[in-house]
């Protein structure tokens, strides 16, 4: 589920990022909006729903983890309020100080969201200082070294963060190129390229400090060969999007893209596995098995868990079809 | 009370208020708004249509901001109140994450649709979208309710080995009694809201002599709706929910009413203020021997006071809880007396002409917050010093390592962007009234014809 969220909601954060750069003119600006208006309040429900499971599926880990990382998961609320007000006030005022106004506040978000949930993930990763109670606090920064008083952002969880924002501003310039065509379609195609070399120095320059961080992370590479398929599909797709974007194929670079985001996060979850939450000190680690719900409420979510699954896919099927195809202008609101 | 423990609380109920300002008037006018346009697709008119496009303009803003303001909500159980979430989260997790799995994305894929898709679709398939819209909301209502119920009246759980809350029986925890009652007069509540928004709108329109045409409509719609659910309001769902009240939680009932001790025949304080030192009510115009015929319909029923039940298990703020309890009382005694009174007017087809009460109509449109509002206070002030009542204390949920410090900061930052957006949300508002219903009065920049909603 987290996975779809960023998936999704990454293209429109990504749209956002590349926002004041690639559309230039009031006219292409709000055919970007109108182009993730119609489902970035959707994609952003993931964000709602995968909480909620989260909350249902593991309320230890839900409780640990959301406590712990207080300040930052503030700071994202503040963000998508920003973020969700400046998409939809933009339009209901004709007057382009306040439009450039909403524009900043759209712009900025979603850069800030990209890095800070860059940053959330590196924190994941490298482990919180998580103690016998099962609690923890971080605050914002201490001294950016990597332990043992870790705050949330160090130089390890910055650099994810910066690969983040990289990835998602490609993600949404391919989705952007997608979705839009003439001078606007062109730029965000020239900005994925540009994108591109960065993307690939920052995920080697990622895996390396993530090895460095914590060596474990190959054991399970080790032991279950299957494994090594997930950085394979990494590379494949980010060498499918250097291909596929010059050559104006933007729905196999957006695909591509996606794979890539799904890749790096099952290939970080594989590698934590059973661990969801690890502690700076490993005998504190936050596994599934002592997270999780009673037996009978998880069976029974399963069941609700699913069926609902099937509508959401079907909602998102019928929605995306109804908006397909080119952006133009002329039609309803933005 | 502890510092944090305070910062906390007034963190959850700053934000809890000031989001459950919009999601009242979604619920209503989603209801307002499947009404209105099943007129206009029945008789096939076009002012409907354009009376439904109108609201779904106000809806759309009162939308994205009860949405922006409602992810906090979730968000804080875990940031906020992390030893609650890891007690009870295996059973309150469980509506929570079915809201967002069957209600929010039914909402946020077909609202889409709604807002922006009237050209694409045909009518029918236009107004199943509302329908949609309308069962998202309404349904979302009912998992918070759920939720909420299972704090107030904790049942299908079982405690498991290492002491929190687990589910026991899913269909006895979703179908909770307490939940039935505080669902229908919630409802009532955002159904009222929207029937009162609706008609200060359309008598502001009338009184200034603009859209009549479409301002007889809200009015009309809005009168009707508000009278319906006003009366509903009261009898049975109030008088229902006061019965739970009585029956399950007690020492709540009696600082509701500020009664002070047990007695027979007790009555019911209509105007009074508590004071809890001495134990008892100035200046107080009561009713003999009502409140024990509401609580147990007998006049001379005894009533069980607050000198009944241990000081510690009182609710810690009980002249907050007196008062809630009794302006939303007033007000929605209030409601149904101005409410069949328009009524009356508008069946003898005086009503739009009756600038009095057009004007009392109009400026009648904030009194729905407060009593929700107020109505919430009482439920959740009245839940106190419980959060999940009889199991987990209030001072045992929060988040321990959460200092009070991190707490206010977060707590004014919320409050300094809520103050932006409440402006920003006032100031939209009042343009598309000003605008109005009518298409063409957009302004000349304006690329969008306005025909194409929000």
Request: a positive charge; hydrophobic letters at 50%; one cysteine or more.
């Amino acid at each position: 589920m987290i996975a779809a969220y960023v998936v999704l909601d990454g293209f429109d954060l990504g749209a956002g990022a590349i926002y004041l750069i690639a559309a230039k003119t009031n006219n292409e600006r709000r055919r970007v909006l109108r182009a993730i208006g119609p489902v970035w309040d959707g994609n952003e429900v993931w964000l709602i729903a995968a909480g909620g499971t989260l909350y249902f599926a593991f309320p230890r880990l839900y409780a640990s983890s959301f406590s712990g990382f207080y300040l930052p998961l503030t700071i994202v609320l503040w963000l998508l309020i920003l973020r969700g007000v400046g998409i939809e006030f933009r339009g209901h005022i004709e007057n382009h100080v306040w439009q450039d106004f909403f524009d900043v506040i759209f712009s900025v978000s979603s850069i800030l969201l990209a890095v800070v949930f860059g940053a959330a993930l590196g924190n994941v990763v490298r482990g919180v200082p998580l103690d016998s109670t099962g609690y923890f606090f971080e605050p914002l920064w201490t001294n950016f070294k990597s332990g043992p008083q870790t705050g949330i952002l160090d130089w390890y969880t910055v650099l994810i963060g910066a690969l983040a924002l990289v990835t998602l501003a490609a993600h949404g310039s391919y989705y952007v190129a997608l979705k839009t065509d003439e001078d606007l379609g062109r730029r965000a195609r020239g900005f994925a390229l540009l994108c591109w070399p960065l993307q690939f120095f920052l995920t080697i320059s990622t895996l390396l400090a993530t090895y460095f961080i914590r060596p474990e992370i190959m054991v399970n590479y080790g032991r279950h060969k299957v494994g090594i398929l997930v950085p394979m599909m990494v590379v494949a797709s980010l060498a499918v999007m250097l291909w596929a974007n010059p050559k104006g194929k933007e729905k196999l670079a957006f695909v591509a893209s996606s794979l890539y985001i799904v890749g790096m996060l099952v290939g970080a979850a594989f590698a934590l596995y059973p661990v969801v939450l690890p502690a700076r000190d490993h005998q504190y680690d936050l596994t599934i098995y002592n997270t999780a719900a009673g037996a009978h409420g998880l069976n029974v979510g399963l069941v609700w868990w699913l069926f609902a699954a099937v509508l959401v896919v079907a909602y998102f099927v019928f929605v995306y079809r109804r908006f397909r195809g080119k952006v133009q202008l002329g039609e309803g609101h933005y | 009370m502890d510092g944090a423990l305070l910062i906390h609380r007034l963190h959850f109920a700053f934000t809890a208020t000031f989001h459950y300002l919009f999601p009242q008037l979604t619920m209503g006018l989603a209801l307002l708004i499947v009404v209105l346009k099943t007129i206009a697709l029945r008789r096939n008119n076009p002012v409907y249509d354009e009376a439904a496009r109108f609201w779904a303009k106000i809806f759309g803003i009162n939308f994205i901001v009860g949405v922006v303001t409602g992810i906090p909500m979730e968000f804080q159980f875990g940031t906020n109140w992390s030893h609650f979430s890891r007690f009870a989260g295996g059973v309150i997790g469980q509506t929570l994450a079915m809201e967002g799995m069957f209600a929010f994305f039914l909402e946020s894929a077909f609202i889409g649709l709604f807002l922006f898709g009237e050209k694409r679709l045909s009518p029918k398939a236009h107004w199943l979208s509302a329908v949609a819209v309308f069962a998202g909301s309404w349904l979302s209502g009912y998992f918070i309710i759920a939720t909420d119920a299972f704090m107030q009246h904790p049942v299908g759980y079982y405690k498991a080995a290492d002491g929190s809350l687990q589910l026991a029986s899913f269909w006895d925890f979703v179908l909770n009694p307490w939940a039935g009652w505080q669902y229908a007069h919630n409802m009532g509540g955002a159904a009222i809201t929207g029937a009162f928004i609706m008609t200060s709108v359309g008598a502001f329109y009338l009184l200034s002599g603009k859209w009549t045409t479409h301002a007889r409509i809200f009015v009309k719609t809005g009168v009707i709706a508000g009278c319906l659910f006003s009366v509903l309001q009261i009898f049975p769902t109030g008088d229902q929910q006061g019965k739970m009240v009585t029956d399950l939680q007690p020492v709540t009932l009696a600082a509701m009413e500020g009664l002070f001790h047990s007695q027979p025949g007790a009555s019911l304080v209509i105007i009074g203020q508590p004071d809890e030192q001495k134990r008892k009510i100035d200046n107080p115009i009561e009713v003999p021997g009502m409140l024990s015929i509401l609580s147990y319909r007998r006049w001379n029923a005894h009533v069980r006071g607050l000198d009944a039940f241990p000081q510690h298990d009182w609710p810690d703020n009980i002249p907050l809880l007196y008062y809630s309890y009794h302006i939303m009382v007033g007000l929605g005694t209030f409601f149904v007396a101005i409410m069949v009174v328009a009524l009356l007017l508008l069946w003898r087809g005086r009503l739009f002409n009756a600038r009095w009460m057009l004007w009392i109509l109009m400026l009648s449109a904030p009194f729905p917050y407060i009593a929700n509002t107020a109505g919430w206070m009482t439920a959740e002030i009245g839940r106190q010093p419980w959060v999940v009542y009889g199991l987990m204390r209030t001072e045992d949920g929060y988040s321990k390592l959460v200092s009070a410090g991190n707490s206010m900061f977060t707590l004014l930052g919320f409050m300094g962007i809520y103050t932006v957006l409440g402006i920003l949300f006032l100031f939209l508002i009042w343009r598309e009234i000003e605008r109005g219903p009518v298409a063409g009065n957009e302004p000349v920049s304006s690329l969008h014809p306005a025909t194409e909603a929000r």
